[in-house]
């Protein structure tokens, strides 16, 4: 018999008893779909991180500040009481003065360090709206990053031009239709004189309105690092330079920096900083925490899947013993007309495949069917600013190793049956009186 | 005459030491090729065995089997197979048909295993069809056909392959003998027509008296071996010809 008509010949063998073979494939179903499911998620999961550690740079970008600021993080949001300590060294206020950046650019493995001073605008606004809202505006000093956009651009750092980048939930408030339609538009940054602001209280007098085009809008990210309204080099220079003016130079002190590390190194070079009193932010510190938690719960339901095709293999067996039992005749019949016993084993285990093979692909489409039900919703609600965020994704090669392993599973529970098929004596089935 | 299908020594024991059983003694046989043999005798005397035996379906204790002159104790598996899918037909006493099948996948169930391409089989399997005068029965399911047009399916089944020698076991056991005389009928044809061998297992003298020579066995033994007279032969064949046409006429009758 030829390979595809074995198979033809099987999957027609399931077919003949619909509600034994339907019975056996909800059992294989409720594990494929598990596990479908749960693998679909967590590859939104990894693929919306992905596209976050990507919007950043990737390896060896880090963010650094003090180590006092990421403490008073840490105490906010563990109720952990600590011991107090004489050994403990408290490190404040270390900042980027010339010699700390001269030493921790000479710590091995520490490839660019960039200090920048912190800029607090008050407002930004559009002349499309009446209102002014706050903002935390950063620098994007690196044009390798790669931002994760809705529309247009990133900032460029290779222009004098002021280019700054919006949150995309800042679209619709600024009074725009679209993030399409913010593109290259103007936006206005109220930035206070620190020293001016001191002496009056009418803040308008001290501040300076700069106009910079909006290059384009970044998408809504769940990461600090990276994301946020970003201007580029010029825009944010002349930013601190009217923040600063009048104040001496030692109170532009710059106590953020970006930059780049061997990600080899990574462990000495943190230790290193730490020792300095600042602390790294790397990537994967940002997600590492959200992929664990992630990870575990596929992990848990993968189990959970595993289970249920056990007990769906065990169905598998018994189907197929009862198949072999009622077919005994036809078996017998078709080894007299030739067929050899391989060919009868490979028959049976077909259909066990077959039977593993139709289990995931239902278990694949109704997985496709809620997965994509539930990532239009999710998006209508609680997912609305993230829109590049997909909950479940189905990646191709997953399914198909999934089914593959399934197949696998089905093929090897189907190997007693098929095996007693194989062995039997046709002259015993054939055989009345 | 070339001899098809030669037995030298057969002995088949089932069972082992106490449950030992010897169905079948030192058996000699020879067939020539287009004979018609029909193998006679009680229940239970080993007719089924020395048939499954000279079918290559099971293998004797003792003694060998040449097929066309090739000694096929000496054979693998796949020789075996492929002789009794490419050389031979079988017609069992019950149907043993996938009932919920249509005829025609029944028909073609040995070509499909050997592996012959999907439009040629088809083709075959209706002209095996046209045969035995079920060709417009194809589309049907097998489970909705009478027992004679099921064992009629049975032949074209048998015939499908185009094989040299057909085994029939108790062809027309299961059947009324109008029925029966049809199948009868149908088999002789394919031996005068197509040169084809028969090797009829039955208990029923007036089949085997149609045949060209009836070997008698009795508690595994042959005990007489003759061939059956040309006159004989005619003579039942008219009988056989005026009882099948008589009852042709009462079914009409019965028809109308
Ligand atoms: N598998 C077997 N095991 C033991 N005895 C068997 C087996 N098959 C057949 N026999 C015995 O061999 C004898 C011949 O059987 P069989 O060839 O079927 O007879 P027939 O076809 O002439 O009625 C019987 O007595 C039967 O009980
Ligand atoms: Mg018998």
Redesign the interface.
Known sequence: MKISDLILTANHNLFRNKTRTFLTILAIFIGSFTIILSNAINTGVNDFIDKQVESIGGDGYIEVAPKAVYEQLEALTSAKVQEYSEDAKTVENSTFDDETIKKLSAIDGVDSLNPYSLVTVDYITTNKTDKNYKVTLTILPDDSLKIDMVAGKQVSNNTSDYEIMITEDYVEPLGFESAESAVGQELQIAVPNTLKCMMTSDRKTCQTVVTAKISGVAATGVMSIGAGTRANTALYNYLVDLQYDGLPESQKMAYMATGHIDPVKEDAIRKAFEDEGFTIMTIDDEVGMIRTFFDVILIVFNIFGAIALLAAAIGIINTLFMSVQERTREIGLEKAMGMSNTKIFLSFSCEAILLGFWGSVIGILISMAIGYGANALAHQTFLSDFPTFQLVVFNPVNMTVITGIIMLIAFIAGTAPAYRASKQNPINSLRYE | MNTIIEAKNLTKVYGKRSTAFTALKDIDLCIGQGESVAIVGK?GSGK?TLM?LL?L??KPTKGQIFIDGVNSTKLG??AL??????KFG?V???F?M?V??SVLDNVI??L????VGRFKRKKLALDALKTVDLDEKAKNKAKDLSGGQKQRVCIARAIVNNPEIIFADEPTGNLDSATGDKITDLLFKLNKEKGVTLIIVTHDEDLAKLCSRIVRISDGKIISDQAVSKDQRKESSKRWEKEAARVKKANEGKAN
């Open positions: 229940s089924s499954h079918a379906l099971d598996a796949h197979n492929r002789i009794r899918n490419r079988f069992f006493q019950q043993f996938n919920n099948d169930l040995p499909k295993i050997a592996k």
